[in-house]
T-cell receptor
Framework: GQQVMQIPQYQHVQEGEDFTTYCNSS?????IQWYKQRPGGHPVFLIQ?????EVKKQKRLTFQFGEAKKNSSLHITATQTTDVGTYFC?????????????FGKGTKLTVNP | SAVISQKPSRDICQRGTSLTIQCQVD?????MFWYRQQPGQSLTLIAT?????????ESGFVIDKFPISRPNLTFSTLTVSNMSPEDSSIYLC??????????????FGPGTRLLVL
């Protein structure tokens, strides 16, 4: 079935350093979504990208969707301890005539104060 | 109050038994989704539950193991049958968030943490 690859699996940074996680799909995505899951919590929607080459910003977070709509990235500038958690990308794919979200494996971010 | 609630929030069960997880939504929604998140892993879609029709299961998941009910537009249940330790996971229900908060594509419940001994 359709897979969305996400790297790295883990990332440990010092507070103030930048952080980036990448997602890649073998097929074109209808859209890509990003979720954050705090330790012990449930996934919380961050943003959705729909257009080819789209870039969206949320304060220190920058989200990009590739021109071919097959890859995406999330970049956090100057990480803070509140950024700790696992970040998942999820691609909306058409499979068997219906749409479904396919999640990447996630990148677990830890921040050293 | 929470938009989506799940019961139970956690449970410890013996192998061979079954557990039914409830998902209640404050708003009427057409599609509800059930996911499984094994420890330290990503989310895997189990099935899509539409009101008035049988649930649609993803590859690797079958109705006998994970029967689902969807009696109305605000409620669904997922049963984990004949449990084994491999079923130990977090089970999450979700709905199309845009019906609840415009711009939000999918909204997850708090999850049910299941440990099977």
């Amino acid at each position: 079935g359709q897979q969305v690859m996400q790297i790295p699996q883990y990332q440990h940074v010092q507070e103030g350093e930048d952080f980036t996680t990448y997602c890649n799909s073998s097929t074109t995505l209808s859209n890509i979504q990003w979720y954050k899951q705090r330790p012990g919590g449930h996934p919380v929607f961050l943003i959705q990208l729909v257009k080819s080459g789209e870039v969206k910003k949320q304060k220190r977070l920058t989200f990009q969707f590739g021109e071919a709509k097959k890859n995406s990235s999330l970049h956090i500038t100057a990480t803070q301890t509140t950024d700790v958690g696992t970040y998942f990308c999820a691609g909306l794919v058409v499979e068997g005539g219906s749409e479904k979200l396919v999640f990447g494996k996630g990148t677990k971010l830890t921040v050293n104060p | 109050s929470a938009v989506i609630s799940q019961k139970p929030s956690r449970d410890i069960c013996q192998r061979g038994t079954s557990l039914t997880i409830q998902c209640q939504v404050d708003s009427q929604v057409t599609m509800m989704f059930w996911y499984r998140q094994q420890p330290g892993q990503s989310l895997t879609l189990i099935a899509t539950a539409n009101q008035g029709s049988e649930a649609t299961y993803e590859s690797g998941f079958v109705i006998d193991k994970f029967p689902i009910s969807r009696p109305n537009l605000t409620f669904s249940t997922l049963t984990v049958s004949n449990m084994s330790p491999e079923d130990s996971s977090i089970y999450l229900c979700s709905v199309d968030g845009w019906r609840i908060r415009p711009g939000e594509t999918q909204y997850f419940g708090p999850g049910t943490r299941l440990l099977v001994l």
